[in-house]
């Protein structure tokens, strides 16, 4: 395995691990304070949203080729 693969793999699952640590951080918060039902839906659509955006912008980087 090269240098370069290594990073990109390592970007992939410190990334990916970041998103699940968010993932839950809100859910617990959601628990905590208990929102309910459609207090967890919108703290997770509110809180969410932040980090589609940072998905959606990686895709169309790549799709453009700028990086």
Known sequence: MSFEQ????SLWVGVGGLI?????I???LAKESKA???GTFI???????GLLGFLI?????ELMGIG
Request: aromatic letters at 26%; a positive charge.
């Open 26 to 28: 809100v859910w617990n």
């Open 57 to 61: 912008k990686t895709v169309l980087v």
């Open 20 to 24: 699940l640590f968010m993932i839950f």
């Open 36 to 38: 309910g039902r459609f």
């Open 6 to 9: 290594f990073e990109l793999y």
């Open 43 to 49: 703290l997770f659509i509110a809180l969410g949203l």
